[in-house]
Structure formats: C-alpha cells, structure tokens
C-alpha cells in the first residue's frame, strides 16, 4: 500500500513563503489533495491536482497565493505556498483523491484516503 509523508512546515512570518511536499512511497494513479486543520476546526480542502498535473482546484481562500503541482517522476506532490497569513497556520495533510474529476465534490474530504501525518504551518503576524 501506498504511503504518504508530508515534509516543509515550519514557522513564518505573515507575507512570506513555504513549500510543502508529501512523498508517496510508489505512483499514485489519482488526484492528490491537500487538507489543513487549525485547532478545533474541521479539515478543510486547499487544493488538489490530477494524474497528470493537467488540472488543479483551490479553495477561493487561498487561490492566487498558493500552487499544487507534482513530480511522478519523484513521487511527490507540492504546495507552494506565497504571501502568507496568520489564518492559514494549521495541519497540512496530503491524501490520495478520486480517479477522475469530481467536479464540486472534489473538495469532499470523503473523496480523499491515504492521509499523511500532516505537517505543521505556522504564521507569525
């Protein structure tokens, strides 16, 4: 089975950048997403990408200021993360996504399994 470590979190002050990867263990054959969790929140969708990195989807939030890509010939999704702000400070999860394109349900966090451990992001203001 396929397994997920997510890697690049740390502490950053508001305006600043970070990148995030999540290494899968073998090719993944699937939409990748990525999730984040504040304290006593829900995990919520941030972005996800295709097979292929042909399509990606963000949440309004943080559209214009973040970038989901991928590398199969590494195993190894991305989040390039630009002009940070206090509230995305949370959890980052990657996940494995649905086979083909969901349309508005591609944000559902029941279309997603295989989590990662998660990786801690933090914005100073």
């Known amino acids: 089975q396929v397994q997920l470590v997510e890697s690049g979190g740390g502490l950053v002050q508001a305006g600043g950048s970070l990148r995030l990867s999540c290494a899968a263990s073998?090719?993944?054959?699937?939409?990748m997403g990525w999730f984040r969790q504040a304290p006593g929140k829900e995990r919520e969708f941030v972005a996800s990408?295709?097979?292929?990195?042909?399509?990606?989807y963000y949440t309004d939030s943080v559209k214009g200021r973040f970038t989901i890509s991928r590398d199969n010939a590494k195993n190894t999704v991305y989040l390039q993360m630009t002009s940070l702000k206090s509230e995305d400070t949370a959890v980052y999860y990657c996940?494995?996504?649905?086979?083909?394109?969901?349309?508005?349900?591609?944000?559902?966090?029941?279309?997603?399994?295989?989590w990662g451990q998660g990786t801690q992001v933090t914005v100073s203001s």
């Open positions: 990408v295709s097979d292929i990195g042909s399509t990606t």
């Open positions: 073998g090719r993944t054959f699937s939409f």
């Open positions: 996940a494995f996504g649905p086979g083909v394109w969901m349309g508005d349900r591609q944000k559902e966090k029941r279309m997603y399994g295989g």
